[in-house]
């Protein structure tokens, strides 16, 4: 039997790279005119960073990771997201000596032990990005609107923005504590998960996507009418400059991120279109972390988004490369020659493919359509001999006559 992937790892094949490539680009033009440049970290890092960062009693930690002890006997975990490698590298390179404002973005795989259906698997891909040094709003409003204009930079206009914020460790226990007492009497209608989560991590109760405990938390108190004066000003200065930009964005006070570095803004870019893999991208604010992962006492705000999700919205649109021209030829002696032809089209850019075996006119012709080439040129004894030949507009049939060079076949395609 032949060796088949790992469950829940996927191959991205030619016919979908296109579309990757496109999400990909939009990406990295939308990032880097707003100032963020890319940082390349490792994809494996020591078992520790990810739960002193994201947390012990989230469920990444708890049951998603990738953790092993390799030969050495160290603990290492495959990186289930971007921010904590982002951030140690950070730390690790002083790059806040620099200046404590960085905005930085990568692009990678990520790798978590959930269960695979559509839009979640073992392996899956993010962009993120993220702002240091930062405490003022402005910070997290540039970081939304980036984000809603990468979405509008690749024609999507699902998902829409949901904005919340957590607090931070002067209001959420004073928060966590009425979410209790609410809670404690509605226990028994909860999921496992959930009455685990009511001692360790009791606001991912909102979050937990089992509709009785959807139900059983409908009434929950809201985290906005327990923010203290400071966040009360922040998240309000956030919306206030969302609201200056007319970005659309609705508030959903029962948006819990499922790390635990997450202080005041939290953020979802939401889509129904995607059962309950509703979630696009996803990010928020992290005072706390830089620091405790040892670094300086300096603020950080970023998301992350999911390629898998963003492509299956984009759905079966074409983004594969189509060639420019397509040249058949008639006999042996011809195909010397279109080669040449092809080689310096080629080196001026165009994009063109010829029969690689010398089938017959007719299968080189519906090879032509099959590759959606734009164009096609039939050269036989005639045309070398003339130095013309008819380049063909494939899409309704139009000739025109031209001499066979370089120059004048790419005026006449272009
Ligand atoms: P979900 O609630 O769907 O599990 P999450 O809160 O775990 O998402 P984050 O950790 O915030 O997600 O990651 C940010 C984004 O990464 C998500 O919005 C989603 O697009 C994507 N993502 C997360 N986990 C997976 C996965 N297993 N497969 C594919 N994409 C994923
Ligand atoms: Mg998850």
Not at 14 to 21: A, F, L, Q
Request: glycine share 10%.
């Amino acid at each position: 039997m032949s060796v088949t992937a790992i469950k829940g790892f996927n191959d991205i094949l030619p016919r979908e790279s296109g579309r990757w490539h496109h999400i990909e680009q939009a990406a990295r033009r939308v990032f880097e005119l707003n100032g963020f440049s890319e940082i390349r970290v490792p994809i494996m890092e020591k078992t520790e960073l990810f739960s002193r960062s994201i947390g012990d009693a989230t469920d990444i930690v708890e049951k998603e990771m990738y953790t092993f002890t390799d030969k050495g006997g160290n603990s290492v975990t495959l990186r289930p997201e971007g921010t904590a490698g982002v951030m140690r590298a950070f730390i690790e390179h002083k790059l806040h000596a620099q200046d404590p404002v960085a905005r930085l973005y990568y692009l990678g795989p990520m790798f978590r032990y959930e269960r695979p259906q559509k839009g979640r698997y073992r392996q899956f891909h993010q962009i993120g990005a993220e702002i240091t040094g930062v405490h003022d709003p402005l910070a997290d409003a540039q970081v939304l609107n980036m984000l809603v204009g990468f979405f509008r930079e690749i024609g999507l206009d699902e998902p829409h923005l949901q904005i919340n914020s957590l607090g931070c460790p002067d209001c959420r226990p004073v928060y966590r504590a009425a979410l209790l007492e609410f809670l404690e009497g509605r226990l028994d209608q909860l999921c496992e998960d959930c009455r685990r989560r009511y001692s360790t991590n009791p606001l991912r109760i909102l979050d937990c996507k089992v509709p009785r405990c959807i139900e059983a938390t409908a009434g929950a108190p809201s985290v906005l009418d327990y923010l203290c004066a400071g966040c009360n000003e922040h998240f309000t200065g956030v919306r206030g400059y969302l609201e200056s930009t007319g970005t659309p964005y609705a508030v959903n006070p029962r948006m819990v991120r499922g790390l635990d570095y997450y202080t005041r803004t939290t953020f979802e870019m939401v889509t129904g279109l995607l059962g309950s893999q509703s979630a696009v991208a996803a990010g928020g604010r992290y005072d706390g972390l830089i620091s405790q992962l040892g670094g300086p006492s300096i603020p950080g705000i970023g998301f992350a988004m999911g390629l898998e999700r963003v492509a299956l919205l984009l759905g079966d649109q074409e983004f594969s490369h189509r060639p420019d021209l397509f040249i058949a030829t008639l006999g042996g002696g011809e195909r010397s020659f279109a080669f040449r032809l092809m080689h310096d089209l080629l080196s001026q850019g165009a994009r063109v493919e010829m029969d690689y075996d010398g089938k017959s006119l007719k299968s080189q012709m519906r090879r032509a359509d099959k590759l959606g080439a734009r164009f096609s040129l039939v050269i036989g004894e005639n045309e070398v001999t003339s130095g013309k030949a008819a380049v063909k507009r494939m899409e309704d049939g139009t000739q025109s006559e031209v001499p066979l060079v370089a120059d004048a076949i790419l005026k006449a395609i272009r």
